[in-house]
């Protein structure tokens, strides 16, 4: 549709009612009536007629100048749309468990940030369950969850990780039973501490001789590497650069290590985001990369 601003715009470059009827598409009677209509609103004239064509009246050069302002501010509004159109941007809301938060997601948003400038990030971290809970909330798109996962919605699995038991000087799993350190476990509301006292259960007939108990898996670790226990810590808490003796943990009846799933969890509706799916992309490729 031709602008009021448009026209004001053309008349002014053409200075002639016929080659500015033809550059706008419209006949010269239709072009009359749309320049007296304008005229109106502005109650001024605009433009003065003679042989020699058309001349902008004091009042009709200010409304010129700012017919080219507004077209000038739409026309670099239209090219930002444009852009906008071509990039990620919109804000990306993460919900992760702390495990993955801590130790693996943050190369994964530096990738991404790095990417898609245009992006913002909102994150939460928590336990596996409060990250399910923000998203039936609305208040993560996307969450990141540990252990096994009932999830109905969009379900992807992003990495396995084993279980070791990690200490200063033990080399052999059977030691736990004669050493007199403490075993030293994180317990949180996932099945990860109940699927350790399982295996225990399973291994062992006995209980330990002396537990501690914490409610960060952090501070599980640094215990045992400053020696004050052992502890069983899955592999994404591990560098391998740690002055400690890892052992993973097996199934004594079928000789399998265990190991900790980690997903990748949201509605089909998250999905279709276009900074969601730039971040499953990425998500994705560190995950193949995941050891």
Same mark, same amino acid.
């Given at each position: 549709m031709v602008t009021d601003f448009l026209i004001i715009?053309?008349?002014?470059?053409?200075?002639?009612?016929?080659?500015?009827?033809?550059r706008l598409f419209l006949s010269q009677p239709a072009l009359s009536l749309r320049l007296q209509t304008i005229?109106?609103?502005?109650?001024?004239?605009?433009?003065?007629?003679?042989?020699?064509?058309?001349?902008?009246?004091p009042e009709g050069e200010l409304v010129i100048e700012f017919a080219g302002h507004i077209l000038q501010q739409?026309?670099?509004?239209?090219?930002?749309?444009?852009?906008?159109?071509?990039? %990620?941007?919109? @804000?990306? #809301?993460?919900?992760?468990?702390s495990i993955v938060g801590q130790n693996w997601l943050p190369k994964v948003l530096k990738d991404f940030v790095q990417t898609y400038p245009e992006a913002k990030i909102s994150l939460l971290t928590g336990w596996s369950s409060e990250i399910v809970k923000s998203i039936y909330d609305g208040e993560a798109q996307i969450g990141i969850v540990r252990g096994q996962s009932d999830w109905k919605g969009n379900k992807i699995h992003l990495f396995r990780d084993t279980l070791y038991l990690v200490?200063?000087?033990?080399?052999?799993?059977?030691? %736990?039973?004669? @050493?007199? #350190?403490p075993f030293i476990q994180f317990k949180s509301d996932s099945n990860y501490y109940q699927e350790i006292q399982q295996w225990w259960q399973k291994h062992f007939s006995i209980n330990p001789k002396r537990q501690i108990i914490v409610d960060q898996i952090e501070?599980?670790?640094?215990?045992?590497?400053?020696?004050?226990g052992y502890a069983i810590l899955p592999s994404i808490t591990l560098t391998g650069h740690e002055d400690?003796?890892?052992?993973?943990?097996?199934?004594?009846?079928?000789q399998f290590e265990l190991t900790r799933d980690t997903w990748l969890i949201g509605y089909d509706a998250a999905f279709n985001l276009p900074q969601v799916d730039a971040f499953v992309e990425i998500v994705k490729k560190h995950a193949n990369n995941f050891q």
């Open positions: 715009k053309t008349l002014a470059e053409e200075q002639n009612m016929r080659k500015a009827a033809e005229e109106k609103e502005w109650n001024a004239k605009l433009f003065l007629r003679s042989q020699k064509g058309l001349t902008a009246t739409r026309e670099e509004v239209y090219e930002t749309i444009q852009s906008l159109s071509s990039k %990620v941007h919109g @804000t990306l #809301k993460i919900a992760c468990a200490d200063k000087e033990m080399t052999s799993i059977d030691e %736990v039973l004669t @050493t007199e #350190k501070t599980c670790k640094q215990m045992a590497l400053n020696g004050i400690v003796n890892k052992i993973p943990l097996t199934n004594n009846e079928e």
